[in-house]
């Protein structure tokens, strides 16, 4: 079946260590996005690739990587810098870039540092 | 910044009764789609619906229609003969301007589906 996977759905590290969550899809989309969402707020967001080798920050990119070398992929990595990295993580995918595509979610990977 | 608003934090329904989800928005864009999203306790986020900003018609699928004022720039969601797996929280998307055509998401609006 065709989808997006996010592993692991937990991830637990401790502050100062950088860590990258992973996100894939088969539905043969180009563009994939990265969401960050806190407890009771909406999605914010921090990347988005509209191609392979290229990507565009979001609102909320600081402290923050992405790479975009394959079609299917597009880790995340979260880096020391960012000030307050626990939150739930959401990757989505849309076939083509821009608001007019639908865009399909994976199940989210949930990441507490301490 | 270009906002999108869901002024209700939290509503509640009857099951089999019908409810409708508030979402305001400014763009100065003319063609564009909006969209409600779903995201049930699995917080896997789900489509609900999609209007066509061109489109007069509103849009309906199934138990699920939209009640788009293009001139007001409301979106709301209505959510008719309420069922037990509609609980979950709901967000509006929108493309605000100059965004780079990405979509921007509200704050949500818990829906809780009294038995």
């Known amino acids: 079946d065709g989808g997006i996977t996010q592993s692991p759905k937990y991830l637990f590290r401790k502050e100062g260590q950088n860590v990258t969550l992973s996100c894939e899809q088969n539905?043969?989309?180009?563009?994939m996005y990265w969401y960050r969402q806190d407890p009771g707020q909406g999605l914010r967001l921090i990347y988005y690739?509209?191609?392979?080798?290229?990507?565009q920050k979001g609102d909320i990119a600081e402290g923050y990587s992405v790479s975009r070398e394959k079609k299917e992929s597009f880790p995340l990595t979260v880096t020391s810098a960012q000030k307050n990295p626990t939150a739930f993580y959401l990757c989505?995918?849309?076939?083509?870039?821009?608001?007019?595509?639908?865009?399909?979610f994976g199940p989210g990977t949930r990441l507490t540092v301490t | 910044a270009q906002t999108v608003t869901q002024s209700q934090p939290e509503m509640s329904v009857q099951e089999a009764e019908t409810v409708t989800l508030s979402c305001t928005y400014d763009?100065?864009?003319?063609?564009?789609?909006l969209f409600w999203y779903k995201q049930p306790p699995s917080r896997q986020m789900i489509l609900v619906i999609r209007?066509?900003?061109?489109?007069?018609q509103n849009a309906t699928e199934n138990r699920f229609s939209v009640n788009f004022q293009k001139a007001a720039k409301s979106f709301s969601l209505k959510i008719s003969d309420s069922q037990l797996g509609d609980a979950a929280m709901y967000f509006c998307?929108?493309?605000?301007?100059?965004?780079?055509?990405?979509?921007?998401f509200g704050g949500g609006t818990r829906l809780m589906v009294k038995p």
């Open positions: 989505a995918s849309s076939i083509g870039a821009g608001s007019l595509y639908e865009q399909y």
């Open positions: 539905l043969n989309h180009d563009a």
């Open positions: 690739s509209q191609i392979v080798n290229d990507f």
């Open positions: 763009t100065s864009e003319s063609d564009y789609y």
């Open positions: 209007q066509e900003a061109y489109k007069q």
């Open positions: 998307a929108y493309p605000p301007d100059n965004a780079g055509n990405m979509l921007t």
